[in-house]
């Protein structure tokens, strides 16, 4: 079951860091327009082509994590990626949180962990990793940021 939680944080973390990304590279683009000048300058933005392909790699794990677990799992799971949207925008956007919007990002990725201890094992064949790889994983994806 930890396997489907790690791959479920990664796969959010995608949606939304690209999310991000896209975002930040539309400040600089005309708006989105049908037509293949417009649609040029899109492709063309290496910041815009990296928040797309973050994005769908999300979209993929997400995937993944659906065949390895259930959905009564991985949805609330995936609520996870508004914490790394938060802690992505902090320093990557530099919006400034309040005391209170740490703390409440801190109880979503505590109630992920006890989603994850308090659902029953899989059938499938996957090693268990433990709560401390998880909290590792989460801690380096918050320091490459």
């Known amino acids: 079951m930890w396997f ?13 860091i690209g ?5 930040q590279a539309t ?5 989105l327009v049908l037509n ?16 797309m ?18 959905v009564s799992v991985v ?16 320093f990557y956007l530099k919006e400034r949180l309040h005391w209170h919007e740490w703390v409440a990002a801190a109880v979503a990725f505590v109630g992920v962990l006890g989603l994850g201890v308090s659902a029953e094992p899989s059938h499938l064949e996957h090693p268990a990793i433990s709560s401390w ?3 590792g994983a989460f801690a380096a994806m918050v320091a490459l940021l």
Do not use: C, E
């Open 4 to 16: 489907a939680i790690l791959i479920t944080v990664l796969a959010a973390a995608g949606n939304n």
């Open 19 to 23: 999310k991000v990304l896209q975002k």
């Open 27 to 31: 400040r600089t683009l005309p708006r």
């Open 36 to 51: 293949r000048t417009t649609l040029l300058l899109y492709f063309r933005s290496g910041l815009w082509v990296t928040g």
């Open 53 to 70: 392909l973050t994005d769908l790699g999300g979209a993929l794990l997400m995937i993944v994590a659906f065949a390895n677990a259930p």
């Open 75 to 90: 949805q609330p799971v995936s609520g996870v990626g508004l914490v790394i949207l938060l802690i992505f925008s902090h």
């Open 133 to 135: 790889r998880v909290l």
